[in-house]
């Protein structure tokens, strides 16, 4: 139990491009989900975290405008990176929980890069 | 504020040999603490929490950690290592049941020598 799929798993675009990452939970309801951000080599970094039906509340740093959240359903997050460039370009993690007592379960990642 | 502190970037130990992967945590109020694995190009998968109860907590692929409040540690350990316990180890550690936020160790990559 407690899979989160995510996808796609591998992104190449052109700068300028906007970006559509989809998280969802296979077997339970997410109230909570979490979107990081993975350096090579380093620790995740939460960008934001989402509950159905709300806004997501982002962490400092991190612009809302550039990076949208959306939790429409109890199943579905997505993350668009809008107008990409070259920075842009990392490891992207969703994670989800179900009541407060659960772990996050995560994602496979989705591998972005700008060209 | 909560933080996480994984002491060692590297970990090496020889198949079938005992590991230990040491964390240890600063919290305001009560610690909820869990160990994640993170495979190459993958998320991380979720290997065990503690919340409350026995401080000997027992997870996923044979391994468990030990809570221990006084020195403030959450160390993973497994009896017995294998080659395919080579991976990246991230403890995390969320400060009360209200605080959706977990705050992660920078991780610890363990190396088993066949």
């Known amino acids: 139990g407690a899979v989160v799929s995510q996808h796609p798993s591998w992104v190449i675009c052109k700068s300028g491009t906007s970006v559509k990452i989809e998280c969802r939970s296979l077997?339970?309801?997410?109230?909570?989900m979490f979107w990081y951000r993975q350096f090579p080599k380093q620790s995740l970094m939460l960008m934001a975290t989402s509950n159905e039906g709300s806004k997501a509340t982002y962490e400092q740093g991190v612009e809302k405008d550039k990076f949208l959240i959306n939790h429409a359903s109890l199943t579905l997050s997505t993350l668009t990176v809008t107008s990409a460039h070259p920075e842009d370009s990392s490891f992207y993690i969703c994670?989800?929980?179900?009541?407060?007592?659960?772990?996050?379960?995560f994602g496979d990642g989705t591998r972005l890069s700008i060209l | 504020a909560q933080s996480v502190a994984q002491p060692e970037d590297q970990v090496n130990v020889a198949e079938g040999n005992p590991l230990t992967v040491k964390c240890t945590y600063s919290?305001?109020?009560?610690?909820?603490l869990f160990w994640y694995v993170q495979y190459p190009n993958r998320g991380l998968q979720f290997l065990l929490k503690y919340i409350t109860g026995d401080n000997l907590v027992k997870g996923s692929y044979g391994f468990e950690a030990e809570f221990n409040k006084s020195q403030t540690s959450f160390h993973l350990k497994k009896p017995s290592a294998l080659v395919s316990d080579s991976a990246l180890y991230f403890c995390a550690v969320r400060d009360s049941p209200r605080d959706d936020k977990i705050i992660f160790g920078k991780g610890t990559r363990l190396h088993i020598l066949p």
């Open positions: 919290v305001s109020g009560n610690p909820y």
């Open positions: 994670s989800a929980r179900g009541d407060n007592n659960q772990p996050q379960h």
């Open positions: 077997d339970f309801q997410a109230t909570t």
